[in-house]
C-alpha cells in the first residue's frame, strides 16, 4: 500500500491561502488520493480526491505533481472554520480499505 | 437522509464487559467500515465489509469481532473490554468498494471509556 508523509501541523493566517503538503512516492499508476478533513472529533469529512489531472471544488483545489508522488491541497481562502486536521490518503487499488495517517493539523489564525 | 448513523454516541464499560456498537447507513452502499481513532491519532481500521455477507480484518483486529447484518447494517462487537479499548470508534460505508473513485462516509462517533 502507498503511504503518505504529511507534516504534522501548519499555520494560515485568515483569508490568506493555505497549502497543505502530502508526499506520496510509491504511488501506484491506478491509485486516487484523496483528501478528508476532521474537525474536533467529528467524523472525517471528504473534500477532493483526484488521479493524475489538477481538480477543484467548491471546497478546494487538488494539484498533483506531473510524476504523481506528491500533492498539494489548497483552501483558496481559509477561514476560522478551516481549522481542523486534514488527512491525505492513497486509496488502495486491490483492497477496500482506506488507511489514515497522522494527518495535518491546520490551524487558521485571526 | 441520516447518512451513516452510530449508536451509541457515549458509553462507559468495566474491563471485562461486553458491548455491541451499532452502525446503520441508508445511502444503499455495498461497503461498511469499523475505524477506531486514539487521542492524537489518526484512524486506524479495524474491520470492514466489502459487501453484504462478507467482513476482513483490517491494521487492527485483535479484541473484536463484527456482523453485517444485513446491506444497511454493520455491528462492532467487544467481547471482554479492555482499557486499552477505549477510544473514539468510527463507522463509515461507501458505494461500491474496490474502486480507487471512492468516497467514504463517516457516522459521528461512538466515545468509548473502558475503566
Known amino acids: 500500500d502507498a503511504k503518505t508523509t504529511q507534516p504534522p501541523s501548519m499555520d494560515c493566517a485568515e483569508g490568506r491561502a493555505a497549502n497543505l503538503p502530502c508526499n506520496h512516492s510509491t504511488i501506484s499508476g491506478n491509485e486516487y488520493v484523496y483528501w478528508y478533513r476532521q474537525i474536533h472529533s467529528q467524523g472525517p469529512q471528504y473534500i477532493i480526491h483526484?488521479?493524475?489531472n489538477n481538480e477543484t471544488n467548491e471546497m478546494a483545489s487538488l494539484i498533483i505533481t506531473e510524476d504523481r508522488k506528491s500533492s498539494t491541497l489548497i483552501l483558496p481562502h481559509a477561514t476560522l472554520r478551516d481549522t481542523a486536521v486534514y488527512y491525505c490518503i492513497v486509496r488502495t487499488y486491490t483492497g477496500n480499505q482506506f488507511y489514515f495517517g497522522t494527518g495535518t493539523s491546520l490551524t487558521v489564525i485571526p | 437522509n441520516a447518512g451513516v448513523t452510530q449508536t451509541p454516541k457515549f458509553q462507559v464499560l468495566k474491563t471485562g464487559q461486553s458491548m455491541t456498537l451499532q452502525c446503520a447507513q441508508d445511502?444503499?452502499?455495498?461497503?461498511m467500515y469499523w475505524y477506531r481513532q486514539d487521542p492524537g491519532m489518526g484512524l486506524r481500521l479495524i474491520y470492514y465489509s466489502a459487501s453484504e455477507g462478507t467482513t476482513d480484518k483490517g491494521e487492527v483486529p485483535n479484541g473484536y469481532n463484527v456482523s453485517r447484518l444485513n446491506k444497511r447494517e454493520f455491528s462492532l462487537r467487544l467481547e471482554s473490554a479492555a482499557p486499552s479499548q477505549t477510544s473514539v470508534y468510527f463507522c463509515a460505508s461507501s458505494l461500491l468498494g474496490g474502486l480507487s473513485n471512492e468516497k467514504l462516509f463517516f457516522g459521528s462517533g461512538t466515545q468509548l471509556s473502558v475503566l
Open positions: 483526484g488521479l493524475k
Open positions: 445511502m444503499n452502499h455495498n461497503s
